[in-house]
């Protein structure tokens, strides 16, 4: 890959802001949101004063380590510990210490705090030890023996018989529409396990109290899952049970669920020992033990005609969700419903499924089980568009979505749907029609060039074709779409009935309170920004209240694009409400008198609670409805060179457009995109956490593989504005869909550049050499059998 190249972003000015007329007009309206202020967290973290879980030194804290299970399935008999250890110094917990329930409660009730009977992978956790120094429950650890009973391990998840989650969503009549099918387009993709590799790894500590409760410091994304979690195996009520965010080094969903189980941990031994406990993961550690994104199987069966109409789409994900369900249901969910890709469709049938494995448990991940569905739906418009003869723009324009379309779901889209607006865009910064037509010559020549190779010389080149193709690679470009549903899905939302705070405090100060966690991607910047614009107030004068479960109402998990839409709504509207009752008290502008209101008339504290979105119905049963109240909408164009003699590729640029409804924070969205385009870069070219026998292979940073820095290529973010009517501020999600698209435009570019289909991912360079060596043989075989013959699309 190229070294990194500047970023194109755009213009503040030109990036639009909707006010509906009927709503009270901030004083400050436009003057703070849209724009790129500071980082709230900059400055600390520039200068080493951000505070992570593993700077956290209280005096006599101890270690805990975790001894976990070596097999990938197998009878648990007993715990054995080495006599000749002195075991008084340390603190050791079996399942049998749990003194709740030994689950950690999540979607599904079936993972265990502490295997007590059977072993479902490699990696799980069995018993606990405390020490007050890490070497010493390093050595305890070293000391314990499990004593197994090996049983057969499922390993292959087509193979499985246990579903975690299973669903099926119709529409139309797919035997009329495969009927009504000039061509039918099959294909069947896998892509597999995704490391989050944020920078800092799992940690946690955890501190007893005198009323027999514990307080947990740790770095993670969902403060009240994991006040839940611990509540129930703890069997402690909410008064002596608190949840605090550390300084969080990143998330991408690897800290969503996750944490759970590792705060339950630390907190026993915390409680048993009488001391602090840390329990912080090394590198490695991390990678065996943490969940990945679901590796996926997914067959696709699309009729198209002759004139361009997509008329039918048949289509059936297997996704692998290791020993525990952890978030397997909501992520095939997720899944299901953009399957289909952004493409109008009058006859769909999708059926999905996520299945037990005896692996490492896959879990939540930028993008949610959309970046697999969506990548095998981009490949069969990309081999579409070849079979047609057609562009692949061109095709999309025809197929993509518009307002008054209905989804596989049954979902009318009413508004803010943005699906040519960011394809257009796309393609006209990208230049994608002259380059593609460019690769098209250099395909033709290079095609020439090997016929006269096989007639025994090459005309134009006389060092020959290896060195030839060496100093000029093959050149590519490609593009894909994507569409993401912004917050939890269907009912979601009003079940988790999210709330908010915003108050004046009696000194005067201006307050927001939300368990939303800054994991890395602007939150607390964004929220304040939004509360200080509605107010009328500089934005330097609101402050974001700590991360405390006993502080801060509980909003919601810091997931599903929901944090700027549903929580950033919620704050919008519980500050208008401020705003009103403040300046009806003193009729005076809020800005003016709000200090001396609270002086004299003490703290003024409003309470916002989610209520759902107007006109959005669900049915959960059947999987049909408003999946989603609105949808963001991207586009990408990749540019790749391809070393047709190593199967390397490098990827050169990638134009990412994506819609936000409106953008609160230009910056913090540009570098939305930009990491989220760079993740999906690694995910089409060389990231994969290879799993055999059970067990992680790649298991270092030596051998797991991540695009750097110096990797990365040019990538132009562009934002495009749909605004969302159903949200106060008019605003949509952004941090996922960015992840949904690259990998398929850069598949798409390799194809263009070689003209072999790639159906694996990752892309790597023998993936690469198959295909073109299978391409080539099928092209020798067709030649042999007809000379006329010209290579078909479709297979």
């Not at 909707?18 to 600390?44: F, H, K, N």
């Not at 978030?327 to 890709?341: D, M, N, P, W």
């Not at 990538?715 to 690259?742: C, N, Q, S, T």
Request: net charge negative; proline share 6%; with cysteine.
């Amino acid at each position: 890959m190229s070294p990194r190249a500047a970023v194109e972003r755009p213009a503040e000015a030109s990036l639009r802001t909707v006010q509906a007329p009927d709503e009270p007009r901030s004083p400050l309206a436009g003057a703070i949101v849209g724009r790129s202020v500071p980082r709230r967290d900059a400055l600390a973290k520039l200068t080493g004063r951000a505070r992570y879980v593993a700077d956290l030194d209280l005096p006599g804290a101890w270690h805990g380590v975790i001894v976990r299970a070596t097999e990938p399935h197998a009878r648990l008999l007993g715990i054995d510990l080495d006599p000749a250890f002195d075991w008084s110094q340390v603190v050791v917990l079996t399942a049998n210490d749990v003194p709740g329930d030994n689950v950690v409660q999540f979607a599904v009730d079936d993972q265990p705090v502490l295997a007590i009977d059977e072993i479902r992978h490699v990696g799980e956790p069995v018993a606990l030890i405390a020490a007050p120094d890490l070497p010493t429950a390093e050595a305890a650890r070293d000391r314990v023996r499990l004593r197994t009973e090996p049983l057969p391990p499922v390993l292959d998840p087509l193979a499985s018989d246990v579903a975690f989650a299973r669903y099926e969503i119709a529409k139309g009549d797919l035997e009329a529409g495969f009927a009504a099918a000039d061509l039918v387009i099959e294909g069947t993709y896998t892509v597999g396990r995704q490391e989050q590799l944020y920078l800092e790894t799992q940690g946690m500590l955890a501190v007893p109290r005198e009323d027999g409760g514990v307080t947990v410091h740790g770095s993670l994304q969902c403060p009240y899952y994991v006040h839940a979690a611990m509540r129930r195996a703890l069997a402690l009520d909410d008064a002596r049970l608190s949840v605090i965010q550390s300084e969080t080094g990143g998330g991408f969903g690897g800290k969503e669920e996750f944490p759970s189980g590792l705060a339950i941990q630390a907190a026993l031994l915390a409680i048993k020992s009488g001391h602090p406990v840390r329990m912080i993961f090394g590198r490695h550690e991390d990678l065996v033990a943490t969940t990945k994104r679901h590796p996926a199987v997914l067959r696709h069966r699309w009729g198209v005609t002759r004139d361009g109409r997509l008329v039918a789409q048949d289509i059936d994900v297997v996704m692998d969700g290791g020993a525990y369900a952890t978030l397997s249901g909501v992520v095939l969910s997720r899944g299901t419903i953009h399957a289909g890709g952004p493409y109008a469709c009058p006859n769909v049938r999708i059926r999905t499924r996520a299945v037990m494995t005896h692996t490492p448990p896959s879990g939540a991940f930028r993008g949610f089980g959309a970046p697999q569905t969506e990548f095998a739906a981009e490949m069969q418009a990309n081999r579409a568009a070849e079979a047609l003869g057609l562009s692949p723009a061109e095709l999309r324009r025809r197929w993509a979505y518009g307002i008054g379309d209905v989804t596989a779901t049954g979902q009318v889209l009413r508004e803010s749907v943005a699906a040519r607006s960011v394809l257009e865009r796309a393609v006209e910064a990208s230049g994608f029609e002259e380059a593609r037509a460019a690769t098209a010559q250099a395909r033709a020549r290079r095609a020439a060039d090997d016929r006269a190779v096989g007639d025994g010389g090459r005309a134009d080149h006389p060092r020959g074709r290896d060195e030839a193709e060496r100093e000029h690679p093959a050149h590519g470009i490609g593009v894909a779409m994507a569409w993401h549903g912004a917050g939890f899905t269907g009912s979601g939302e009003e079940h988790l009935a999210s709330v908010v705070r915003v108050e004046v405090t009696a000194d005067g100060r201006i307050v927001l309170a939300t368990d939303s966690t800054e994991i890395g991607q602007g939150a607390r910047t964004v929220l304040a920004q939004l509360v200080a614009e509605e107010l009328g107030v500089g934005f330097e004068l609101v402050e974001v209240a700590e991360t405390d479960t006993s502080i801060v109402p509980n909003s919601g998990p810091t997931v599903a694009s929901r944090t700027t839409m549903v929580v950033g709504g919620l704050l919008v509207t519980a500050a208008r409400r401020l705003r009103a009752e403040v300046e009806e008290r003193t009729e005076r502008p809020f800005a003016a008198s709000y200090a001396e209101d609270a002086h004299a008339n003490g703290p003024t504290r409003i309470v916002e609670r989610f209520a759902g979105y107007p006109g959005v119905e669900w049915d959960d049963a059947t999987h049909l409805g408003d999946a989603y109240p609105a949808y963001g909408w991207a586009a990408a164009v990749a540019e790749v060179d391809v070393d047709l003699d190593t199967g390397e590729v490098a990827v050169r640029r990638i134009v990412s457009v994506d819609d936000v409804g409106r953008t609160v924070n230009p910056l913090l969205a540009t570098g939305q995109i930009e990491g989220g385009t760079l993740q999906g870069v690694g995910y089409a070219t060389i990231e994969e956490a290879r799993v055999e026998g059970g067990r992680l292979l790649n298991d270092r940073l030596a051998t797991y593989i991540v695009p750097t820095a110096l990797d990365a290529p040019r990538i132009d973010a562009i934002l495009v504005e749909e605004p969302f009517a159903g949200a106060p501020h008019r605003a949509k999600g952004l941090g996922e869909i960015p992840m949904d698209v690259p990998a398929a435009a850069v598949v798409a570019a390799i194809h263009d550049a070689t003209g072999a289909w790639i159906h694996d991912l990752p892309a790597s360079p023998e993936r690469i050499l198959g295909a073109l060596q299978s391409k080539e043989h099928e092209v020798s075989e067709r030649t042999a059998a007809d000379p006329e013959a010209t290579e078909e699309a479709v297979r």
